[in-house]
């Protein structure tokens, strides 16, 4: 989908959405852009990018935000998204239709404070590294959750619960982190040749939010893996608990099953002609059973 023309302050804003084939060629045609730029800046597998080319003067500007899989759930992967300044033209281009972008984008349009188009363009980066925020909230309160769970029976469905919290963290984590590395690159950059004061600030206000939203990552990560390896400690607890019990019971079951099996034997044993000789079998058995767990006590295998 292309969007009709918006002006962002005289300069021309041209959205698009998951635009197909013959959009594409639109592009192509009615704008001069060309072919290999569209494939790169809708490719879904890109990572967090700025790419300057001299001769034509075009900016592509490539960052990751965050796609929710099942929001309920907090499964969140993420998708690129991309800029492209061309021949003064400001192209957008969310090909994964992530609701944070359409949300950053037109946050960025209404802010009466942006006056220019690079304006524009941090603050709309700094829209997307704020929608990390609340998944990372969401995160914390499902991570308390799983935490309780801990002095509780575990159930398959919390193990579950945590895969998919790892799962999230390790997307969303790389995703920050790659997105705050190209935001420290971005005024070393053409992007940040001679900017002014404001341009600067807005650099400066951008990566102090990536470093937070990468902060509080880096701190959900490592709770979360504290909490499975807690999970796994206690399962082998269980495990073992389990186990013990087993082995002491088939022990335990061991002994009267040889003493029957002696005396059920068709020869002569002693006590075997007594008219209660069962009750003398059972009465070894027990003291045996007996012995045989104060042993296993004396040795602490109990």
Same mark, same amino acid.
């Given at each position: 989908?292309?969007?009709?023309?918006?002006?962002?302050?005289? #300069?021309?804003?041209?959205?698009?959405?998951?635009?197909?084939?013959?959009?594409?060629?639109?592009?192509?045609?009615?704008?001069?852009?060309?072919?290999?730029?569209?494939?790169?800046?809708?490719?879904?597998?890109?990572?967090?990018?700025?790419?300057?080319?001299?001769?034509?003067?075009?900016?592509?500007?490539?960052?990751?935000?965050?796609?929710?899989?099942?929001?309920?759930?907090?499964?969140?992967?993420?998708?690129?998204?991309?800029?492209?300044?061309?021949?003064?033209?400001?192209?957008?281009?969310?090909?994964?239709?992530?609701?944070?972008?359409?949300?950053?984008?037109?946050?960025?349009?209404?802010?009466?404070?942006?006056?220019?188009?690079?304006?524009?363009?941090?603050?709309?980066?700094?829209?997307?590294?704020?929608?990390?925020?609340?998944?990372?909230?969401?995160?914390?309160?499902?991570?308390?959750?799983?935490?309780?769970?801990?002095?509780?029976? #575990?159930?398959?469905?919390?193990?579950?619960?945590?895969?998919?919290?790892?799962?999230?963290?390790?997307?969303?984590?790389?995703?920050?982190?790659?997105?705050?590395?190209?935001?420290?690159?971005?005024?070393?950059? *053409?992007?940040?040749?001679?900017?002014?004061?404001?341009?600067?600030?807005?650099?400066?206000?951008?990566?102090?939010?990536?470093?937070?939203?990468?902060?509080?990552?880096?701190?959900?990560?490592?709770?979360?893996?504290?909490?499975? *390896?807690?999970?796994?400690?206690?399962?082998?607890?269980?495990?073992?608990?389990?186990?013990?019990?087993?082995?002491?019971?088939?022990?335990?079951?061991?002994?009267?099953?040889?003493?029957?099996?002696?005396?059920?034997?068709?020869?002569?044993?002693?006590?075997?002609?007594?008219?209660?000789?069962?009750?003398?079998?059972?009465?070894?058995?027990?003291?045996?059973?007996?012995?045989?767990?104060?042993?296993?006590?004396?040795?602490?295998?109990?």
């Amino acid at each position: 989908m292309i969007k009709p023309e918006k002006m962002i302050n005289g #300069t021309k804003w041209i959205e698009t959405i998951q635009i197909n084939a013959e959009e594409r060629a639109t592009l192509e045609d009615q704008y001069g852009i060309d072919e290999d730029i569209i494939e790169y800046v809708t490719d879904k597998d890109e990572s967090t990018n700025y790419v300057y080319d001299l001769n034509e003067d075009d900016q592509l500007f490539i960052f990751l935000a965050p796609y929710a899989l099942d929001k309920q759930a907090l499964r969140y992967i993420t998708q690129p998204f991309g800029m492209l300044l061309h021949k003064g033209v400001l192209f957008t281009f969310n090909q994964s239709h992530i609701p944070e972008v359409n949300t950053a984008l037109y946050s960025a349009m209404d802010n009466p404070e942006v006056q220019t188009v690079d304006a524009f363009i941090l603050e709309t980066l700094f829209a997307v590294v704020d929608s990390f925020i609340p998944i990372s909230r969401g995160i914390t309160k499902k991570r308390n959750y799983l935490d309780k769970m801990l002095n509780r029976k #575990t159930k398959n469905s919390d193990l579950v619960s945590l895969s998919h919290l790892q799962q999230t963290l390790t997307f969303l984590s790389s995703a920050v982190q790659t997105n705050l590395s190209e935001l420290n690159r971005l005024p070393k950059t *053409h992007f940040g040749a001679n900017a002014d004061q404001d341009k600067m600030d807005l650099f400066e206000d951008v990566q102090i939010e990536g470093e937070q939203v990468q902060r509080m990552f880096e701190i959900e990560t490592q709770v979360v893996d504290r909490i499975d *390896h807690t999970f796994n400690s206690i399962a082998n607890n269980n495990l073992n608990d389990t186990m013990k019990f087993l082995t002491i019971w088939s022990l335990t079951m061991a002994v009267p099953t040889i003493i029957t099996g002696f005396y059920g034997m068709n020869v002569k044993l002693p006590l075997a002609g007594l008219q209660y000789a069962w009750m003398v079998t059972l009465g070894i058995s027990i003291a045996l059973i007996v012995a045989m767990l104060i042993m296993l006590k004396m040795r602490r295998k109990m």
